[in-house]
Protein backbone atom coordinates (compact mmCIF):
# COMPACT_ATOMS: atom_id res chain seq x y z
CA UNK A 1 0.00 0.00 0.00
CA UNK A 2 1.28 3.27 -0.80
CA UNK A 3 1.82 5.49 2.01
CA UNK A 4 0.97 8.47 0.33
CA UNK A 5 -2.62 7.11 0.17
CA UNK A 6 -2.06 6.11 4.07
CA UNK A 7 -1.14 9.39 4.98
CA UNK A 8 -3.93 11.37 2.81
CA UNK A 9 -6.73 8.49 5.15
CA UNK A 10 -5.11 9.90 8.36
CA UNK A 11 -5.71 13.20 7.06
CA UNK A 12 -9.38 12.45 6.40
CA UNK A 13 -10.20 10.30 9.23
CA UNK A 14 -8.18 13.66 11.24
CA UNK A 15 -10.36 16.21 9.21
CA UNK A 16 -13.97 14.32 10.50
CA UNK A 17 -12.83 14.42 14.23
CA UNK A 18 -12.29 17.81 13.98
CA UNK A 19 -15.54 18.68 12.69
CA UNK A 20 -17.34 16.23 15.59
CA UNK A 21 -14.93 18.66 17.75
CA UNK A 22 -16.01 21.80 16.31
CA UNK A 23 -19.75 20.66 16.65
CA UNK A 24 -19.97 19.82 20.36
CA UNK A 25 -17.44 22.40 21.38
CA UNK A 26 -19.77 25.15 20.66
CA UNK A 27 -20.29 27.47 23.45
CA UNK A 28 -17.68 25.83 25.72
CA UNK A 29 -16.15 26.93 28.71
CA UNK A 30 -13.99 25.53 32.15
CA UNK A 31 -16.80 23.54 33.19
CA UNK A 32 -17.06 21.54 30.06
CA UNK A 33 -13.64 21.29 29.36
CA UNK A 34 -13.01 19.64 33.15
CA UNK A 35 -16.21 17.54 33.53
CA UNK A 36 -18.21 18.56 30.52
CA UNK A 37 -20.84 20.51 32.52
CA UNK A 38 -21.77 17.27 34.26
CA UNK A 39 -24.01 16.21 31.39
CA UNK A 40 -22.63 13.73 29.62
CA UNK A 41 -24.53 10.43 28.60
CA UNK A 42 -23.67 7.48 30.56
CA UNK A 43 -23.38 5.17 27.66
CA UNK A 44 -21.52 7.29 25.65
CA UNK A 45 -18.80 7.57 28.29
CA UNK A 46 -18.92 3.53 29.02
CA UNK A 47 -18.45 3.51 25.08
CA UNK A 48 -16.20 5.93 24.77
CA UNK A 49 -14.20 4.89 27.90
CA UNK A 50 -13.59 1.12 25.99
CA UNK A 51 -11.00 3.51 23.86
CA UNK A 52 -9.05 5.05 26.68
CA UNK A 53 -8.24 1.62 28.39
CA UNK A 54 -7.39 0.04 25.38
CA UNK A 55 -5.26 1.98 23.68
CA UNK A 56 -2.93 1.30 21.16
CA UNK A 57 -0.77 -0.47 23.70
CA UNK A 58 -3.31 -2.91 23.71
CA UNK A 59 -4.01 -3.14 19.63
CA UNK A 60 -0.33 -4.43 19.23
CA UNK A 61 0.74 -5.37 22.09
CA UNK A 62 -1.49 -7.53 23.57
CA UNK A 63 -1.90 -9.77 20.63
CA UNK A 64 1.96 -9.38 19.91
CA UNK A 65 2.59 -11.31 23.15
CA UNK A 66 0.60 -14.14 22.69
CA UNK A 67 3.10 -16.04 21.25
CA UNK A 68 5.49 -15.40 24.40
CA UNK A 69 2.57 -15.83 26.87
CA UNK A 70 -0.59 -17.03 25.51
CA UNK A 71 -3.50 -16.09 26.90
CA UNK A 72 -2.18 -15.44 30.15
CA UNK A 73 -3.06 -11.80 30.29
CA UNK A 74 -6.88 -12.87 30.08
CA UNK A 75 -6.00 -13.43 34.16
CA UNK A 76 -5.00 -9.70 34.47
CA UNK A 77 -8.19 -8.88 32.81
CA UNK A 78 -10.71 -11.03 35.25
CA UNK A 79 -9.22 -8.85 37.85
CA UNK A 80 -10.25 -5.87 35.79
CA UNK A 81 -13.42 -6.80 35.83
CA UNK A 82 -13.26 -6.88 39.86
CA UNK A 83 -11.61 -3.74 40.15
CA UNK A 84 -14.13 -1.83 38.18
CA UNK A 85 -16.87 -3.44 40.47
CA UNK A 86 -14.82 -2.00 43.54
CA UNK A 87 -14.77 1.62 42.03
CA UNK A 88 -18.42 1.37 41.17
CA UNK A 89 -19.49 0.92 44.63
CA UNK A 90 -16.72 2.23 46.62
CA UNK A 91 -15.53 5.02 45.06
CA UNK A 92 -17.92 6.38 42.85
CA UNK A 93 -20.16 7.27 45.47
CA UNK A 94 -17.76 9.14 47.68
CA UNK A 95 -16.61 11.31 44.34
CA UNK A 96 -20.42 12.19 44.26
CA UNK A 97 -21.07 12.61 47.72
CA UNK A 98 -18.10 15.39 47.74
CA UNK A 99 -18.92 16.94 44.47
CA UNK A 100 -15.44 16.26 43.31
CA UNK A 101 -13.99 18.38 39.95
CA UNK A 102 -10.29 17.16 41.09
CA UNK A 103 -10.74 13.43 42.56
CA UNK A 104 -7.56 14.34 44.50
CA UNK A 105 -9.74 17.06 46.64
CA UNK A 106 -10.52 13.94 48.63
CA UNK A 107 -7.12 14.11 49.71
CA UNK A 108 -7.36 18.04 50.79
CA UNK A 109 -10.31 17.27 53.08
CA UNK A 110 -9.58 14.06 54.59
CA UNK A 111 -5.35 14.66 55.11
CA UNK A 112 -4.30 18.43 54.37
CA UNK A 113 -3.16 20.25 51.55
CA UNK A 114 0.52 18.57 51.41
CA UNK A 115 -1.26 15.21 50.95
CA UNK A 116 -3.61 16.78 48.60
CA UNK A 117 -0.67 18.13 46.64
CA UNK A 118 1.32 14.78 46.70
CA UNK A 119 -1.50 12.75 45.16
CA UNK A 120 -1.85 15.34 42.55
CA UNK A 121 1.68 14.91 41.53
CA UNK A 122 2.13 11.28 41.52
CA UNK A 123 -0.93 11.37 39.00
CA UNK A 124 0.52 14.10 37.03
CA UNK A 125 3.79 11.67 36.80
CA UNK A 126 1.81 9.10 36.65
CA UNK A 127 -0.26 9.75 33.59
CA UNK A 128 2.48 11.85 31.37
CA UNK A 129 4.79 8.55 31.86
CA UNK A 130 1.60 5.77 30.76
CA UNK A 131 -0.11 8.23 28.14
CA UNK A 132 3.29 8.81 26.57
CA UNK A 133 4.51 5.42 26.65
CA UNK A 134 1.25 4.44 24.20
CA UNK A 135 1.65 7.61 22.35
CA UNK A 136 4.88 6.37 21.46
CA UNK A 137 4.28 3.16 20.80
CA UNK A 138 1.30 4.06 18.07
CA UNK A 139 3.74 7.14 16.52
CA UNK A 140 6.63 4.80 16.20
CA UNK A 141 4.52 2.11 13.63
CA UNK A 142 3.22 5.09 11.79
CA UNK A 143 6.68 5.88 11.06
CA UNK A 144 7.91 2.88 10.31
CA UNK A 145 5.02 1.90 7.95
CA UNK A 146 4.40 5.62 6.82
CA UNK A 147 7.10 8.38 7.02
CA UNK A 148 10.46 6.48 6.90
CA UNK A 149 9.84 5.70 3.12
CA UNK A 150 8.59 9.55 2.44
CA UNK A 151 11.79 11.46 4.29
CA UNK A 152 9.78 12.88 7.70
CA UNK A 153 11.94 12.64 10.60
CA UNK A 154 10.39 11.33 13.98
CA UNK A 155 10.02 14.41 15.95
CA UNK A 156 8.08 16.09 12.91
CA UNK A 157 5.54 12.99 12.94
CA UNK A 158 5.23 13.73 16.88
CA UNK A 159 5.30 17.15 16.51
CA UNK A 160 2.49 17.41 14.07
CA UNK A 161 0.24 14.32 16.19
CA UNK A 162 0.33 16.54 18.81
CA UNK A 163 -0.82 19.60 17.32
CA UNK A 164 -3.90 17.41 16.03
CA UNK A 165 -4.60 16.58 19.12
CA UNK A 166 -4.38 20.18 20.49
CA UNK A 167 -6.84 21.33 17.83
CA UNK A 168 -9.66 18.86 18.82
CA UNK A 169 -9.04 19.01 22.64
CA UNK A 170 -8.11 22.66 23.09
CA UNK A 171 -11.91 24.37 23.44
CA UNK A 172 -14.54 21.72 24.17
CA UNK A 173 -11.89 19.26 26.64
CA UNK A 174 -14.42 16.32 28.04
CA UNK A 175 -17.09 17.56 26.64
CA UNK A 176 -15.68 16.98 23.21
CA UNK A 177 -13.62 14.15 24.14
CA UNK A 178 -16.99 11.63 25.22
CA UNK A 179 -17.94 12.00 21.36
CA UNK A 180 -14.64 11.60 19.75
CA UNK A 181 -13.72 8.65 21.66
CA UNK A 182 -16.84 7.25 20.72
CA UNK A 183 -16.11 7.61 17.39
CA UNK A 184 -12.37 5.95 17.48
CA UNK A 185 -13.78 3.40 20.00
CA UNK A 186 -16.00 2.15 17.26
CA UNK A 187 -13.22 2.19 14.31
CA UNK A 188 -10.89 0.55 16.31
CA UNK A 189 -13.13 -1.92 17.07
CA UNK A 190 -14.58 -2.38 13.69
CA UNK A 191 -11.06 -2.73 12.65
CA UNK A 192 -10.24 -5.50 15.18
CA UNK A 193 -13.27 -7.75 13.83
CA UNK A 194 -12.20 -7.39 10.44
CA UNK A 195 -8.76 -8.23 10.47
CA UNK A 196 -10.17 -11.32 12.76
CA UNK A 197 -12.58 -12.61 9.92
CA UNK A 198 -10.18 -11.59 7.25
CA UNK A 199 -7.43 -14.19 8.95
CA UNK A 200 -10.18 -16.73 9.53
CA UNK A 201 -10.93 -16.96 5.87
CA UNK A 202 -7.62 -16.68 4.36
CA UNK A 203 -6.33 -19.50 6.63
CA UNK A 204 -9.42 -21.65 5.65
CA UNK A 205 -10.76 -22.11 9.47
CA UNK A 206 -13.85 -21.91 11.72
CA UNK A 207 -13.80 -20.62 15.13
CA UNK A 208 -13.29 -23.84 16.85
CA UNK A 209 -10.42 -25.32 14.65
CA UNK A 210 -8.51 -22.39 14.62
CA UNK A 211 -8.42 -22.55 18.65
CA UNK A 212 -7.87 -26.22 18.45
CA UNK A 213 -4.71 -24.95 16.07
CA UNK A 214 -3.59 -22.33 18.21
CA UNK A 215 -3.87 -24.85 21.15
CA UNK A 216 -1.63 -26.90 19.40
CA UNK A 217 1.16 -24.23 19.51
CA UNK A 218 0.33 -23.73 23.50
CA UNK A 219 -1.27 -20.04 22.61
CA UNK A 220 -4.24 -21.17 24.63
CA UNK A 221 -2.84 -21.53 28.23
CA UNK A 222 -4.19 -19.28 30.48
CA UNK A 223 -4.16 -19.50 34.40
CA UNK A 224 -0.53 -20.92 36.01
CA UNK A 225 -0.49 -22.59 39.09
CA UNK A 226 2.76 -22.67 40.17
CA UNK A 227 3.24 -19.73 42.78
CA UNK A 228 6.47 -18.38 42.31
CA UNK A 229 6.24 -17.66 38.85
CA UNK A 230 5.01 -14.08 37.93
CA UNK A 231 2.14 -15.38 36.11
CA UNK A 232 0.69 -17.19 38.44
CA UNK A 233 -3.40 -17.06 38.57
CA UNK A 234 -3.94 -15.35 42.06
CA UNK A 235 -0.95 -12.97 41.72
CA UNK A 236 -1.79 -11.44 38.35
CA UNK A 237 -5.86 -11.39 39.36
CA UNK A 238 -4.85 -9.16 42.46
CA UNK A 239 -2.48 -7.36 40.41
CA UNK A 240 -5.59 -6.74 37.15
CA UNK A 241 -8.12 -5.76 40.13
CA UNK A 242 -5.35 -2.87 41.63
CA UNK A 243 -4.08 -1.92 38.39
CA UNK A 244 -8.09 -0.87 37.75
CA UNK A 245 -8.45 0.26 40.78
CA UNK A 246 -5.22 2.83 40.73
CA UNK A 247 -4.93 3.50 36.73
CA UNK A 248 -9.04 4.12 36.51
CA UNK A 249 -10.29 4.56 39.99
CA UNK A 250 -7.71 7.02 41.61
CA UNK A 251 -6.66 8.70 37.74
CA UNK A 252 -8.03 12.03 36.77
CA UNK A 253 -8.67 11.00 33.31
CA UNK A 254 -11.05 8.27 33.61
CA UNK A 255 -12.54 9.59 36.91
CA UNK A 256 -12.89 13.25 35.11
CA UNK A 257 -15.10 11.52 32.25
CA UNK A 258 -17.42 9.33 35.01
CA UNK A 259 -18.08 12.40 36.63
CA UNK A 260 -19.14 14.64 33.99
CA UNK A 261 -22.40 11.65 33.98
CA UNK A 262 -25.29 13.43 35.86
CA UNK A 263 -26.10 10.78 38.04
CA UNK A 264 -24.03 8.68 40.33
CA UNK A 265 -26.46 5.24 39.47
CA UNK A 266 -26.04 5.93 35.96
CA UNK A 267 -22.13 6.25 35.96
CA UNK A 268 -21.91 3.22 38.10
CA UNK A 269 -24.00 1.61 35.12
CA UNK A 270 -21.10 2.79 32.60
CA UNK A 271 -18.30 1.70 35.08
CA UNK A 272 -19.75 -1.89 35.45
CA UNK A 273 -20.45 -2.28 32.25
CA UNK A 274 -16.64 -1.32 31.10
CA UNK A 275 -15.43 -3.62 33.00
CA UNK A 276 -17.45 -6.34 31.56
CA UNK A 277 -17.56 -5.22 27.83
CA UNK A 278 -13.30 -5.15 27.95
CA UNK A 279 -13.25 -8.48 29.62
CA UNK A 280 -14.89 -9.25 26.21
CA UNK A 281 -13.06 -7.09 23.97
CA UNK A 282 -9.63 -8.14 25.28
CA UNK A 283 -10.55 -12.18 24.82
CA UNK A 284 -11.13 -10.75 20.78
CA UNK A 285 -7.53 -9.25 20.92
CA UNK A 286 -6.04 -12.20 22.47
CA UNK A 287 -7.86 -14.61 20.19
CA UNK A 288 -6.39 -12.13 17.44
CA UNK A 289 -2.93 -12.40 18.47
CA UNK A 290 -3.37 -16.61 18.00
CA UNK A 291 -4.12 -16.05 14.94
CA UNK A 292 -1.71 -13.57 13.83
CA UNK A 293 0.65 -16.23 14.69
CA UNK A 294 -0.64 -19.03 13.20
CA UNK A 295 -1.03 -16.38 9.86
CA UNK A 296 2.75 -15.39 10.71
CA UNK A 297 4.15 -18.63 10.76
CA UNK A 298 1.97 -19.52 7.14
CA UNK A 299 3.42 -16.31 5.81
CA UNK A 300 6.97 -16.55 7.02
CA UNK A 301 7.29 -13.63 9.13
CA UNK A 302 10.35 -13.18 10.73
CA UNK A 303 8.75 -10.06 13.26
CA UNK A 304 7.86 -10.92 17.03
CA UNK A 305 6.00 -8.83 19.92
CA UNK A 306 4.76 -5.16 18.91
CA UNK A 307 5.82 -5.63 15.63
CA UNK A 308 4.14 -8.71 14.28
CA UNK A 309 0.42 -6.91 13.91
CA UNK A 310 2.15 -4.05 12.33
CA UNK A 311 4.07 -5.99 9.85
CA UNK A 312 1.80 -8.54 8.77
CA UNK A 313 -1.34 -6.12 8.21
CA UNK A 314 0.60 -3.82 6.31
CA UNK A 315 2.91 -6.38 4.12
CA UNK A 316 1.45 -9.40 4.29
CA UNK A 317 -2.20 -8.62 3.52
CA UNK A 318 -4.05 -6.91 0.86
CA UNK A 319 -4.52 -3.17 0.80
CA UNK A 320 -8.12 -2.64 1.96
CA UNK A 321 -6.69 -4.62 5.24
CA UNK A 322 -3.92 -1.97 5.36
CA UNK A 323 -5.82 0.73 5.61
CA UNK A 324 -8.51 -0.51 7.92
CA UNK A 325 -5.34 -1.36 10.14
CA UNK A 326 -4.13 2.41 9.96
CA UNK A 327 -7.64 3.43 11.11
CA UNK A 328 -8.07 1.71 13.90
CA UNK A 329 -4.54 2.15 14.97
CA UNK A 330 -4.82 5.88 15.28
CA UNK A 331 -8.21 5.57 16.84
CA UNK A 332 -6.49 3.20 19.32
CA UNK A 333 -4.17 6.43 19.67
CA UNK A 334 -6.24 9.36 20.02
CA UNK A 335 -8.41 8.44 22.92
CA UNK A 336 -4.87 7.47 25.06
CA UNK A 337 -3.29 10.80 24.65
CA UNK A 338 -6.40 13.19 24.50
CA UNK A 339 -7.54 12.18 27.57
CA UNK A 340 -4.35 12.44 29.00
CA UNK A 341 -4.10 15.57 27.74
CA UNK A 342 -6.81 16.82 29.00
CA UNK A 343 -6.98 15.32 32.37
CA UNK A 344 -3.62 17.03 33.27
CA UNK A 345 -4.42 20.21 31.88
CA UNK A 346 -7.26 19.94 34.57
CA UNK A 347 -5.18 18.64 37.56
CA UNK A 348 -2.24 21.21 36.99
CA UNK A 349 -4.81 23.54 37.14
CA UNK A 350 -7.44 22.82 39.49
CA UNK A 351 -5.24 20.98 42.05
CA UNK A 352 -1.31 22.73 41.42
CA UNK A 353 -2.23 25.93 40.44
CA UNK A 354 -5.40 26.22 42.35
CA UNK A 355 -7.05 28.33 39.60
CA UNK A 356 -10.91 27.71 41.06
CA UNK A 357 -9.80 29.49 44.33
CA UNK A 358 -8.20 32.39 42.31
CA UNK A 359 -11.36 34.41 42.78
CA UNK A 360 -10.06 37.83 41.75
CA UNK A 361 -9.42 36.19 37.94
CA UNK A 362 -12.24 36.10 35.77
CA UNK A 363 -13.91 33.36 33.63
CA UNK A 364 -11.87 34.53 30.53
CA UNK A 365 -8.23 35.30 32.39
CA UNK A 366 -8.86 31.27 33.76
CA UNK A 367 -9.85 30.22 30.25
CA UNK A 368 -6.64 31.90 28.85
CA UNK A 369 -4.42 30.27 31.59
CA UNK A 370 -5.86 26.76 31.27
CA UNK A 371 -5.09 27.00 27.50
CA UNK A 372 -1.45 27.90 28.34
CA UNK A 373 -1.13 25.18 30.39
CA UNK A 374 -2.77 22.52 27.92
CA UNK A 375 0.13 23.82 25.77
CA UNK A 376 2.87 23.51 28.02
CA UNK A 377 1.43 19.34 28.57
CA UNK A 378 1.81 19.04 25.21
CA UNK A 379 5.24 20.20 24.93
CA UNK A 380 5.94 17.54 28.25
CA UNK A 381 4.50 15.01 25.75
CA UNK A 382 6.72 15.49 23.12
CA UNK A 383 10.06 15.02 25.39
CA UNK A 384 8.78 11.88 27.03
CA UNK A 385 7.76 10.91 23.39
CA UNK A 386 11.43 11.18 22.18
CA UNK A 387 12.79 9.64 25.62
CA UNK A 388 10.88 6.45 24.89
CA UNK A 389 12.39 6.56 21.66
CA UNK A 390 15.68 5.97 22.27
CA UNK A 391 14.60 3.46 25.29
CA UNK A 392 12.64 1.43 22.47
CA UNK A 393 11.26 -1.40 24.32
CA UNK A 394 10.00 -4.47 22.25
CA UNK A 395 6.80 -5.12 24.49
CA UNK A 396 5.54 -1.27 25.77
CA UNK A 397 2.72 -3.12 27.47
CA UNK A 398 5.15 -5.06 29.74
CA UNK A 399 7.37 -1.36 30.12
CA UNK A 400 3.88 0.47 31.04
CA UNK A 401 2.25 -1.96 33.73
CA UNK A 402 5.97 -2.21 35.58
CA UNK A 403 6.30 1.60 35.58
CA UNK A 404 2.43 1.78 36.94
CA UNK A 405 3.98 -0.43 40.06
CA UNK A 406 5.97 2.34 40.82
CA UNK A 407 4.04 5.32 40.25
CA UNK A 408 0.60 4.70 41.47
CA UNK A 409 1.55 2.63 44.41
CA UNK A 410 1.33 5.67 46.49
CA UNK A 411 -1.79 7.05 45.51
CA UNK A 412 -3.30 3.51 45.88
CA UNK A 413 -1.63 3.94 49.54
CA UNK A 414 -3.58 7.36 50.43
CA UNK A 415 -6.53 6.65 49.25
CA UNK A 416 -6.89 3.41 51.33
CA UNK A 417 -5.47 5.05 54.25
CA UNK A 418 -8.27 8.18 53.82
CA UNK A 419 -10.99 5.12 53.26
CA UNK A 420 -10.06 2.57 55.58
CA UNK A 421 -9.06 4.53 58.44
CA UNK A 422 -10.08 7.32 60.85
CA UNK A 423 -6.87 8.39 61.45
CA UNK A 424 -5.72 12.02 60.90
CA UNK A 425 -1.71 12.17 59.94
CA UNK A 426 1.44 14.54 60.36
CA UNK A 427 0.75 16.24 56.80
CA UNK A 428 3.93 17.85 56.03
CA UNK A 429 5.60 14.21 56.12
CA UNK A 430 3.33 12.49 53.77
CA UNK A 431 5.66 13.97 50.53
CA UNK A 432 8.27 11.98 52.16
CA UNK A 433 6.58 8.85 52.81
CA UNK A 434 5.25 9.01 48.84
CA UNK A 435 8.91 9.29 47.52
CA UNK A 436 9.86 6.39 49.75
CA UNK A 437 7.42 4.28 48.85
CA UNK A 438 8.36 3.62 45.48
CA UNK A 439 12.32 3.94 46.40
CA UNK A 440 11.93 0.72 48.90
CA UNK A 441 9.53 -1.58 46.03
CA UNK A 442 12.28 -0.57 43.43
CA UNK A 443 14.96 -2.27 45.59
CA UNK A 444 13.12 -5.15 46.59
CA UNK A 445 12.21 -5.64 42.55
CA UNK A 446 15.92 -5.33 41.76
CA UNK A 447 17.08 -7.84 44.68
CA UNK A 448 13.78 -10.11 44.91
CA UNK A 449 16.07 -12.76 43.99
CA UNK A 450 18.07 -12.59 47.08
CA UNK A 451 15.08 -11.68 49.10
CA UNK A 452 12.84 -14.08 47.96
CA UNK A 453 14.38 -16.63 45.93
CA UNK A 454 12.66 -18.72 43.95
CA UNK A 455 9.15 -16.71 44.54
CA UNK A 456 8.77 -14.32 41.59
CA UNK A 457 7.32 -10.62 41.89
CA UNK A 458 5.45 -9.49 39.12
CA UNK A 459 2.68 -6.74 38.20
CA UNK A 460 2.02 -7.37 41.85
CA UNK A 461 4.66 -4.46 43.18
CA UNK A 462 1.69 -2.11 42.98
CA UNK A 463 0.27 -3.81 46.22
CA UNK A 464 3.69 -3.68 48.06
CA UNK A 465 4.29 -0.43 46.89
CA UNK A 466 0.75 0.71 48.23
CA UNK A 467 1.14 -1.13 50.96
CA UNK A 468 4.75 0.21 51.71
CA UNK A 469 2.68 3.57 51.67
CA UNK A 470 -0.38 3.02 53.98
CA UNK A 471 2.52 1.80 56.41
CA UNK A 472 4.58 5.07 56.13
CA UNK A 473 1.08 6.80 56.82
CA UNK A 474 0.33 4.54 59.73
CA UNK A 475 3.78 5.57 61.22
CA UNK A 476 2.99 9.02 61.08
CA UNK A 477 -0.70 9.28 61.97
CA UNK A 478 -2.11 11.47 64.72
CA UNK A 479 -3.95 10.34 67.58
Request: glycine letters at 8%.
Amino acid sequence: MSPVILLSIIIVYFALLLWVAYKTGKGSDNESFFIGNRKSNWMLVAFGMIGTSLSGVTFVSVPGAVGKDSFSYLQITVGYLIGYIIIAYVLLPLYYRLKLTSIYGYLQQRMGQLSYKSGAWIFIVSRLVGATARLYLVVNILQVAILDSLGVPFIVTTLVILFMIILYTYEGGVKTIVWTDTLQTSCMLLGLIICTVYMLNHLGLNVGESLTAMQSKGYTKIFDFDPNQKSFFIKQVLAGAFITITMTGIDQEMMQKSLSVTRLKDSQKNMVSLGFILLGVISLFLYMGGLLHLYGAEQNVASSGDQLFPDIALNHMPGFISIIFIIALISALFPSADGAMTALTSSLCIDVFGMKEKKEWNEQKKERFRKNVHLIVALSFLVMVVIFKMINDNSMIGLILKLAGFTYGPLLGLFAFGIFTKYKVKDKLVPYICIAAPVISFFIDKYQENIFGEFKIGLELLIINGLLTFIGLWLIRKK
